[in-house]
């Protein structure tokens, strides 16, 4: 099964938010993220907002 990250589209460092079951997952919660961000909840990354997006991340076969 893919996992997939939120990272940042300008250095393309993964932003250590977690991982998803599916890139649907990963958006979503993006977007829960960025309205969170609108009413003032997110301070703390308010300046990465506009520069999220998700991307699959390799497994490694045991």
């Known amino acids: 099964m893919m996992r997939w990250e939120t990272y ?5 460092k993964n932003t250590g938010m977690g991982s998803f079951s599916s890139k649907e997952a990963a958006e979503s919660q993006i977007e829960r993220w960025k309205i969170r961000d609108r009413r003032g ?6 300046g990465l907002m506009p520069y999220l997006a998700a991307r699959p991340v390799e497994q490694l076969q045991a």
């Open 41 to 46: 909840g997110r301070p703390d990354i308010r």
């Open 8 to 12: 940042d589209v300008r250095n393309s």
